[in-house]
């Protein structure tokens, strides 16, 4: 394990949390995560961008549900529900997401957040914060202009009229902060206040388990993987373009689709779109895999890639030391 919490470990936690599986695609994060809601009275909530869309199913990966939404009889929310022509966004995953975590446990039962979307993660686990919106650098150099003008306590009283709580927290000679609550107010038409109130404080509230494959040989499962489901991706994407879409929707932005628009459009050969999705998908594993290592706050346990039940046995063994308990 590469962050062992020792203190946590050797006296568990103070309640029971929701508790996130994460890792690259193809890991095996939907295998084990069924397996511990089996084990811990637990359900699903998908945290994967892709498997949201309805229809775009050959290269998602959605775990396979019967018609009450339980796998292998493990409730499993947020799959196959959206159509592939609308966005969907961090904010709108929280916006679902949080609910279904106190219903969940309303239920005395374990939320398992599941999935490689990194962002969605972040935003349950840090809040709207971590969904501020990036720097502008020309409406910053705008207020920075007004701000040599007509003085910080201008600025200052600019953000007193759109944001009083961020003008009492904020000082007027902190030029930076303030120019950076006004930017966000700006950009995004919220007070930066908001993301402050909705952000989350407790570290304990949830954990994370993190698979972890050497390199290269998940870079063989990866390659095995996209050729088993290019001929699928091809029919799948042949069948719906351009009779119910154009392709250029939301949901063919996805690895494999995004190739497979090529090829209906005569770019590139089959054989070149199967390469470049071998090695579109490499590269998106590499990025999961370093962000999840960097970004994830909170307690976080490696897990060994490897079959599905020695990672369950890894797993469970860390959940009942930190005194996890199976709520019936």
């Not at 637990?42 to 290269?59: C, F, H, P, T």
């Not at 949080?98 to 972040?122: A, D, M």
């Not at 719906?240 to 590139?268: D, H, R």
Request: hydrophobic share 40%.
């Amino acid at each position: 394990m590469e962050r062992i919490h020792a203190q946590i470990l050797n006296r568990g936690l103070k309640t029971n949390p929701w508790i996130a599986v994460v890792g690259p695609t193809g890991a095996g994060k939907t295998e084990l995560a069924v397996l511990l809601a089996k084990e811990f009275n637990g359900e699903i909530i998908s945290a994967d961008s892709r498997q949201i869309y309805k229809l775009l199913d050959a290269g998602t990966a959605k775990p396979e549900r019967d018609s009450q939404g339980r796998c292998q009889g493990v409730v499993y929310h947020l799959v196959d529900f959206l159509d592939p022509k609308l966005p969907f966004n961090a904010g709108n995953f929280a916006a679902l997401a949080n609910p279904l975590l106190l219903e969940i446990k309303n239920r005395n039962r374990i939320p398992l957040i599941v999935g490689g979307t990194g962002l969605y993660l972040k935003t349950l686990s840090q809040g709207l914060s971590a969904m501020l919106p990036q720097a502008d650098s020309q409406v910053r150099e705008k207020l920075l202009n007004l701000g040599a003008e007509k003085g910080r306590l201008f600025l200052h009283q600019e953000l007193q009229k759109i944001d009083p709580l961020a003008a009492e927290k904020i000082p007027a000679n902190n030029i930076q902060r303030v120019i950076r609550a006004l930017e966000v107010y700006q950009i995004s038409k919220r007070p930066i206040s908001d993301f402050w109130r909705q952000e989350k404080k407790d570290s304990e509230d949830f954990l994370t388990l993190r698979i972890e494959w050497p390199v290269e040989i998940l870079k063989q499962k990866l390659r095995e993987r996209c050729i088993r489901m290019w001929p699928k991706i091809l029919e799948e994407t042949t069948r719906l373009v351009p009779k119910n879409y154009c392709g250029e929707e939301p949901g063919f932005q996805s690895l494999g689709y995004s190739q497979a628009i090529q090829c209906l459009k005569g770019e590139i050969s089959p054989k070149e779109g199967l390469e470049k999705f071998i090695k579109e998908t490499h590269s998106y594993a590499k990025r999961q895999r370093t962000w999840f290592k960097h970004q994830i706050k909170g307690p976080v346990f490696e897990i060994k890639g490897d079959t599905p039940s020695l990672m369950f046995s890894e797993a469970s063994a860390i959940l009942k030391r930190l005194k996890i308990k199976n709520v019936p």
